[in-house]
């Protein structure tokens, strides 16, 4: 368990589910919809259910961590090591911009070297590509990011490990 000032990392529990959702939603509803129409957002967070986190959680080879501060949820994160890939990285709006997300990135970002890991990718939504570049991330390409009936733009970019 990773701690940082008033503040820890942790592995998910099935009892973390309902915050999960609803951190998540939160995000999607104030953070991402300042770039995205509400189409999508609709589209977006209508995927975003305790069924589908359950069914995610159940896949072992992917790693979910919570962060907390003073035992309330504040981020959560989702990778699997081996693919050497960054699914989600979500830190509550009322804390962006804090630092908090950097605390979660970096503590990903030493599993994937523990794991030698030489580089990593991820897919980032139009509001955190700022935030990814950073923390040393490059942009690959642009890319449609298929929903259920609509397609959302996001950015493909990796970052070398250890450089």
């Not at 359950?54 to 693919?83: H, M, R």
Request: net charge positive; aromatic share 10%; hydrophobic share 35%.
């Amino acid at each position: 368990m990773e701690k940082t000032i008033n503040s820890k990392i942790r592995k998910v529990t099935s009892k973390d589910i309902t915050n999960i959702v609803k951190l998540h939603r939160k995000v999607v509803s104030q953070t991402n919809a300042k770039l995205y129409e509400p189409n999508i957002i609709k589209e977006w967070l209508s995927q975003i259910t305790t069924e589908n986190v359950k069914n995610q959680l159940k896949v072992v080879t992917t790693s979910w961590y919570i962060l907390e501060l003073d035992s309330k949820i504040i981020g959560f994160c989702q990778f699997p090591i081996a693919k050497r890939i960054i699914y989600q990285l979500n830190i509550d709006p009322e804390y962006q911009g804090k630092g908090y997300g950097k605390t979660l990135y970096n503590f990903m970002e030493k599993k994937f070297i523990e794991s030698e890991a030489k580089e990593i990718e991820l897919n980032s939504t139009l509001n955190a590509v700022t935030f990814y570049e950073h923390l040393g991330f490059k942009i690959k390409q642009n890319i449609k990011y298929k929903l259920i009936d609509t397609e959302m733009d996001m950015f493909e970019m990796s970052k070398i490990l250890g450089s």
